[in-house]
Antibody, heavy 119, light 110 residues
Framework: QVQLQESGPGLVKPSQTLSLTCTVSGGSINSGDYFWSWVRQPPGKGLEWIGYIFETGDTSYNPSLRSRLSMSVDTSKKQFSLNLKSVTAADTAVYFC???????????WGQGVLVTVSS | QSALTQPASVSGSPGQSITISCTGTSSDVGAYDFVSWYQHHPGKAPKLIIFDVTKRPSGVSNRFSGSKSGNTASLTISGLQAEDEADYYCCSYANSDSSPFGGGTRLTVL
């Protein structure tokens, strides 16, 4: 059974960079079949797709976040990461990592980590 | 703003059936048979319950079923149980880089 686990700071100051890592276990991160994704949920709101990274490093980002966003993958550690710079209170959310099959089907998810942007 | 439109809330009594709609366009729901549904209990990981419009992952109860007509997909939950109370999200492939999720529907079991 594939498992994903997010890790990173729960509190980030405004204008700084939000950095999260997702560790994959129970399966391969470089099978060539999946897109490693980030999704967030602001308090009281719905799910918002942030973007994905493929094992080759190819990425696709939500246009609303593209100018502040970067992702990376380390297949040797079975980890992928998210960096969101110049954060504001609007970036406060629970951040989930997930495995996506290529048809916008997210079949495995992490538990999520709450990141609060506040001074 | 979500690309897919869902009702904000639905409710039903135990044992009843409810249906949640997910309305998109001819560029997403209407164009591809890649609609998925997720059950989300607050504080937990979202769970895939329907994919490819009608398919259930292994282990998901057959009380959950999906369908599609034109630009609208639907999730039906039959034999409603207290544990079904959760938020439900639809999602569709669209060959674009916008967020593919609906706005979510809160299901209340009365």
């Amino acid at each position: 059974q594939v498992q994903l686990q997010e890790s990173g700071p729960g509190l980030v100051k405004p204008s700084q960079t939000l950095s999260l890592t997702c560790t994959v276990s129970g399966g391969s991160i470089n099978s060539g079949d999946y897109f490693w994704s980030w999704v967030r949920q602001p308090p009281g709101k719905g799910l918002e797709w942030i973007g994905y990274i493929f094992e080759t490093g190819d990425t696709s980002y939500n246009p609303s976040l593209r100018s502040r966003l970067s992702m990376s993958v380390d297949t040797s550690k079975k980890q992928f990461s998210l960096n969101l710079k110049s954060v504001t209170a609007a970036d406060t959310a629970v951040y989930f990592c997930a495995r996506e099959t290529g048809t916008n089907t997210f079949d495995f998810w992490g538990q999520g980590v709450l990141v609060t942007v506040s001074s | 703003q979500s690309a897919l439109t869902q009702p904000a809330s639905v409710s039903g009594s135990p044992g009843q059936s409810i249906t949640i709609s997910c309305t998109g366009t001819s560029s997403d729901v209407g164009a591809y048979d890649f609609v998925s549904w997720y059950q989300h209990h607050p504080g937990k990981a979202p769970k895939l319950i329907i994919f490819d419009v009608t398919k259930r992952p292994s282990g998901v109860s057959n009380r959950f079923s999906g369908s599609k007509s034109g630009n609208t997909a639907s999730l039906t939950i039959s034999g409603l149980q207290a544990e079904d109370e959760a938020d439900y999200y639809c999602c569709s492939y669209a060959n674009s880089d916008s967020s593919p999720f609906g706005g979510g529907t809160r299901l209340t079991v009365l």
